[in-house]
T-cell receptor, first 114, second 112 residues
């Protein structure tokens, strides 16, 4: 069964450093997403991406965040200057069609900011 | 705005017991409803979905019926197994947007 692949599975970074989280969506999917889950809390939407541009973003997705699909297969989330409160599990997802049909999520990247 | 409310956990059951996890929602329009499951150390997996009122989603013995009149999408399973131990998330997707809105999750623990 096709999978969404995320790397790395765990990343530790110092506060103020830039991090890039990487995702390879399912190949025929057109919609891409990032979500995060702070430990023990709900899963929160960050951003959706379609046709090489952001479709929708949440209040969490401020100027410190950016997304890119650099080469037609990877989908990345960059956090420019990490803060302690960015520590969370970050999930990438993709879907063939829009949200009504559900997504396929990756296994996540656990980001720890120290 | 749109929201999802799930029953607080954890839910602790013995093997073969009946499971219900309550989920209610608030949304404009006609959202699609989903249950996702997160096994320990893993990502979110789509368990089942329903896209319109009175639809019943089912998978792996789990069922949920989209009830517009009560704005609910309760998850049920007739006989749980130890392997069902996980966190279960109710979510909605509104046609007006692209985001899924999740509930807080309910932890299920099944003992043999």
């Amino acid at each position: 069964e096709p999978e969404v692949t995320q790397t790395p599975s765990h990343q530790v970074t110092q506060m103020g450093q830039e991090v890039i989280l990487r995702c390879v969506p399912i190949s025929n999917h057109l919609y891409f997403y990032w979500y995060r889950q702070i430990l023990g809390q709900k899963v929160e939407f960050l951003v959706s991406f379609y046709n090489n541009e952001i479709s929708e973003k949440s209040e969490i997705f401020d100027d410190q965040f950016s997304v890119e699909r650099p080469d037609g297969s990877n989908f990345t989330l960059k956090i420019r200057s990490t803060k302690l409160e960015d520590s969370a599990m970050y999930f990438c997802a993709s879907s063939e069609r829009q949200v009504n049909y559900g997504y396929t999520f990756g296994s996540g990247t656990r980001l720890t900011v120290v | 705005g749109d929201s999802v409310t799930q029953m607080e956990g954890p839910v602790t059951l013995s093997e073969e017991a009946f499971l219900t996890i309550n989920c209610t929602y608030t949304a404009t329009g006609y959202p699609s409803l989903f249950w996702y499951v997160q096994y320990p150390g893993e990502g979110l997996q789509l368990l089942l979905k329903a896209t319109k009122a009175d639809d019943k989603g089912s998978n792996k013995g789990f069922e949920a019926t989209y009830r517009k009149e009560t704005t609910s999408f309760h998850l049920e399973k007739g006989s749980v197994q130890v392997s069902d131990s996980a966190v279960y998330f109710c979510a909605l997707g509104n046609q007006a947007g692209t985001a899924l809105i999740f509930g807080k999750g309910t932890t299920l623990s099944v003992s043999s």
